[in-house]
């Protein structure tokens, strides 16, 4: 069976006329994405869509990334979350975001054809030929948040900054603050407080290198938003930040092998996380060694492990 092409899904998805779909708000018309979906499923049901990882810019600003994958044929898109004057909102809450990710994914979807003609302000299709047309749905109240039905949903901890946009001093006690922000809001366990910092290496290895006195902010920060988790917060049982037993440091070692095993897909994570557990770690080294054994050939086992998977690669 032969791989549908670009061509081909351009040539279906081009031909259909939306306008019997679209809705006008604000004073712009656009396609609903329940709508969108629809029509997409009747001719590619085994279409899926991603979210990718949102985009925090400097001043607060925030892009959302989607693709839309029709067997091996994908598109991506991104957007900026705005208000309803097309305007990029500062500190977007979390409804819009999700607002964003769904006007996102019906742009994304019509990069493969599908109602694109709606932004070259023509009333119809380019093309001559009319698809055949399904019968409208009756209308849903859109739910809220929207569903996200096929892949699964990224984390909130996911969030990425945008190292290059530091350009001076201001930028980077903006980002810092940023980051100490998001951090509050969105990490509600010491796991997602790690995996926030990991995921964003990039930007406090440059805040480290060029501007040190905010990264002694920020990671001064996340030190005592750690300390701040209690025991029943924290996933997988970690028992907190200054282990004071023997059995407490054993299973703060075994839980922080788990977490590794299971977010740091690179070595850059393993270091940033080293790092900003560097305290416990002194810690558990001085007065629980064979705790430290075990963090220590849990480090040693996942660096091997990821250096197999590279040479494999």
Not at 200 to 214: G, I, P
Not at 220 to 229: D, P, R, V
Request: glycine residues 4%.
């Amino acid at each position: 069976m032969n791989e549908i092409t670009h061509k081909e899904i351009w040539e279906t998805l081009s031909k259909i006329n939306v306008n019997q779909y679209v809705e006008d708000k604000y004073g712009l018309t656009f396609l609903p994405w329940v709508y969108s979906w629809h029509l997409l499923q009747e001719h590619f049901p085994e279409a899926q869509y991603d979210f990718d990882p949102n985009e925090i810019h400097a001043d607060g600003s925030v892009t959302v990334h989607c693709t839309v994958s029709i067997g091996s044929c994908a598109r991506s898109m991104h957007l900026p979350v705005m208000d309803n004057k097309m305007k990029s909102l500062i500190q977007p809450t979390s409804r819009d975001i999700s607002d964003a990710k769904q006007r996102n994914l019906v742009k994304c979807i019509a990069m493969h054809g599908l109602g694109i003609y709606l932004w070259t302000g023509h009333g119809s299709p380019l093309s001559e030929t009319t698809a055949k047309s399904i019968d409208k749905p009756k209308p849903e109240p859109e739910p809220e948040p929207a569903p996200e039905p096929t892949p699964a949903k990224k984390d909130t901890e996911d969030f990425i900054f945008d190292a290059p946009a530091i350009k001076n001093d201001e930028g980077a006690e903006q980002v810092t603050k940023l980051m100490l922000e998001m951090a509050t809001k969105f990490s509600k366990t010491e796991s997602q407080l790690k995996k926030f910092w990991t995921s964003n290496k990039a930007t406090t290895d440059l805040l480290e290198k060029d501007w040190s006195q905010h990264y002694e902010v920020l990671l001064a920060g996340f030190k005592k938003m750690k300390q701040n988790f209690s025991a029943d917060e924290i996933t997988e049982g970690d028992e907190g930040y200054l282990p004071n037993s023997q059995q407490a440091a054993d299973h703060w070692a075994e839980v922080t092998v788990k977490f590794i095993e299971k977010h740091c897909d690179d070595t850059n994570g393993l270091d940033a996380l080293w790092e900003t557990d560097k305290e416990t770690i002194a810690h558990v080294e001085n007065n629980y060694a064979p705790a430290y054994e075990i963090l220590k050939a849990g480090f040693k086992s996942r660096y091997a492990a990821l250096a197999k998977e590279k040479t494999d690669d």
